[in-house]
């Protein structure tokens, strides 16, 4: 009777694995949104700092237009989701005012 109810035990708990769906955003894809834009504030904050030399300033932007570009791939994978394509728009817009920070910077 033990070894049949012991078996049994055993038998539940390792049974049947649980399905997860690892389709869903809310937790993976959205995280690394968030991560992606507080980045992009953090460069944003850097790059508006007055002691800032042309050369950080442009090596700032190169890393704004990297961090950019993995949002919006991220935001690639979620067409259907209508708030996050102004995300994307946002996070180019940043990278597009440094480089042009960086043209007037290198061109003085």
Do not use: F
Not at 29 to 34: C, I, K, T
Not at 43 to 69: K, P, W
């Amino acid at each position: 009777m033990r070894a049949t109810l012991l078996a049994l035990l055993t038998l539940v708990l390792m049974g049947c694995p649980k399905q997860v769906d690892n389709t869903r955003v809310a937790g993976t894809d959205d995280e690394q949104l968030a991560s992606y834009e507080a980045r992009l504030e953090e460069l944003r904050s850097r790059a508006s700092t007055r002691d800032t030399s042309c050369e950080e300033g442009c090596t700032l932007t190169r890393e704004t237009c990297v961090v950019a570009e993995d949002l919006c791939a991220v935001v690639g994978r979620h067409e259907d989701r209508p708030d996050l394509p102004s995300r994307c728009a946002k996070a180019r817009e940043s990278c597009a005012e440094g480089t042009d920070n960086c043209t007037r910077c290198r061109s003085r």
